[in-house]
């Protein structure tokens, strides 16, 4: 366990770095871009490295403790972010507000207890994994939606308006923060669907309205009525803003609270 946790502090060392140059970047104005996704990009080999150690140690995936949750999770997110970092300028700015919610997390992780889990049998199967997969995308394209509309909330409130400056107006990164949504949207339905199909191949049923099916339920009915908001009464991009943070705020109570005060058979994590 100490060279998993070992690499894994070494991971958030150069996260912190990376985040924080980002944000600078944007506090000074200053385009560091290539360091920041050098640092990044390190930090994420190092989690990545740690992640394989835990699995091969413990003999399943981070799936179960809070600890292996948040863990993933903060490596998923910071894939997903850092993808829309390289490949779409709008997105950089946004580190200013995406990087603090991953630090948040980072935080979280490091005072989480690393002990192992019990890992069930009903989890021995391939859809466990599509599942996952399906969720982390969801999560992943939302918290990058979430980091655009904190830009248009800060704007619309006065705060960093010339740092955001070069950034386009709020409409287009509006427009940019829902198309993110919409893929959201699909990855959240393709998630509720194999996570069905799994809980047909483990319990006998598709569907039983546990807590966490539920929560997962209505966070898929607070997308849709985001998006579908927005393209029936045009909405402003501070109403919209607003919306998508109000998602974010939902899906993340359903995947790191839900599991930890269900005590259904769907419980998420042991």
Avoid: C
Wanted: hydrophobic letters at 55%; proline letters at 5%; glycine letters at 8%.
């Amino acid at each position: 366990m100490e060279l998993e946790l070992g690499v894994l502090w070494a991971a958030i060392v150069f996260y912190v770095l990376g985040g924080s140059l980002a944000i600078l970047s944007v506090v000074l104005k200053k385009r560091p871009e290539r360091t920041v996704l050098a640092l990044l990009a390190t930090g994420l080999a190092l989690h990545t490295l740690a992640l394989g150690v835990r699995w091969e140690r413990v003999g399943h995936g981070p799936f179960i403790t809070m600890f292996e949750i948040l863990s993933s999770n903060i490596w998923s997110l910071t894939v997903a972010f850092l993808l829309a970092y390289w490949r779409i300028p709008q997105v950089r700015p946004a580190a200013a507000v995406v990087m603090p919610i991953l630090f948040v997390m980072m935080g979280w992780l490091m005072l989480t207890h690393p002990g192992e889990g019990h890992f069930p049998p009903t989890y021995r199967t391939v859809w466990l994994y599509i599942h996952i997969g399906f969720g982390k995308v969801f999560l992943g394209a939302v918290l990058v939606a979430v980091g655009i509309s904190g830009v248009i909330l800060l704007r619309s409130a006065g705060i960093g308006v010339e740092k955001f400056s070069p950034l386009p107006d709020s409409g287009r990164l509006d427009e940019l923060s829902f198309r993110l949504m919409a893929v959201g949207l699909i990855f959240e339905t393709l998630m509720l669907v194999a996570g069905a199909i799994w809980a047909q191949d483990a319990w006998g049923r598709y569907w039983a309205w546990d807590p966490l099916e539920t929560w997962a339920f209505l966070t898929w009915l607070a997308v849709a009525f985001a998006i579908h908001a927005r393209l029936t009464f045009k909405t402003q991009p501070q109403t919209g803003a607003i919306m998508i943070v109000a998602v974010f705020v939902l899906a993340f109570l359903t995947f790191f609270g839900v599991p930890f005060i269900s005590t259904s058979p769907h419980k998420g994590a042991v």
